[in-house]
């Protein structure tokens, strides 16, 4: 529940207001403040959601006479950049205007060999003059140099527009180059701040607010639950109310208890289960391992390289505490119910900074950033 946290969260929502009240003024600083073209990019950064692997999402578009020419994405891990599907989008007969557009893009344009050769490079070749860019790539391999390569070879660039959402936007990518994934932490509460009763399920949220639940699913990787959660839930934890994959389930087992129950309740079905005492697999069960005198944190980072890039965790209090305590988090989503419960397991407290507040039905979601990360 989040009702001891409301007032720091309310308060630090208020210096995050007036930060980025500031952050726009100095936005105003570019000539022309098209934001609207920036909008577009990152409109068509999430076209790319679930396609870009540990890649960020980023859009780009060119803009001739306030007219859009070309737009792009970055589709597909190891394809073609942003910047280049807007070049490739630009019709033949427009061919001979690009040099006189403006490039808007999302994040700094890359000048490394990666899976696909530097962006700024073909930017230059290009012979375009004006580069606005959301916000510069946090990747040590561009981070700031994309930027002075192409002031370098005589193009101006205009930074940080709009950065706040820019920035927002490769929150995942962020957290992937430091080789986690990048975590949601989602529960619901009663009115009174309970999140359920002792080995019981009991259901606060509403409809609406479950096939939201349902979408985050489809834009995980995994989803991970506690133990105790699997023993007394038996969750199906699978896209139901809305179009979608699947994410991998996972339980944090650290006795490797759950073999037996998941080969009886989930027969066949493909589990992952992070446990402390060892690796391998066991039918369709995948058992990943961190040794003993390791934290929690040392087996995300084995799911991040067994490719789980986004993961949801949905619970139970004792895994949702611990990850809070140990700050592996970077997003929470947490829905405030009508119910009323009287007694039961304790909502989580989390300290964080106030990113959204929606209502949902009768349920209130919250959006909360973990403060630490300086992407807001
Ligand atoms: C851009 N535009 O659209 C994206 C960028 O292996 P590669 O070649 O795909 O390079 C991946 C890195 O490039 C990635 O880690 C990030 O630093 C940058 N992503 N850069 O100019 C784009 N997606
Ligand atoms: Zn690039």
Redesign the pocket.
Known sequence: MICAHVAAVKNSSIATASSRADKRYSDRMIPQPEDKFMRRCFEL?LL?QNQ?G???????VLVYDNTIIGEG??KK?????????ALASVRPAERHLIPLSTLY?S????L?????????ERIIAEGIKKVVVGCS???P??SGK?IQYLRQNGADVFENHLQNEARYLIRP?CAN?NGLPYIVLKWAASKDGYIGKQREQIWLTNNYSKMLVHKWRTESDGILVGKNTLLTDIPRLTVRDVPGINPVRIVADRQLRTISFLNEHYPGQHWLILNQVRDGNFGPLQLIRYHNDENLEAGLRLLFDHGIHTLLVEGGNELLNSMINAGLWHEARVFSTAHILTEGIKAPQLEGKLHQQRQIGIDKLHVILNPSLHYD
């Not at 994040?107 to 890359?110: K, N, S, V």
């Open positions: 950064a790319g870009t540990k890649n960020p999402k980023v859009g780009a994405y970055h891990f190891g394809g073609p950049h942003a910047e280049i599907e893009v994040l700094e344009p890359c490394h060999f990666g899976k696909t050769p530097p962006c700024t790539d946090p990747n391999l561009v994309g990518f180059l």
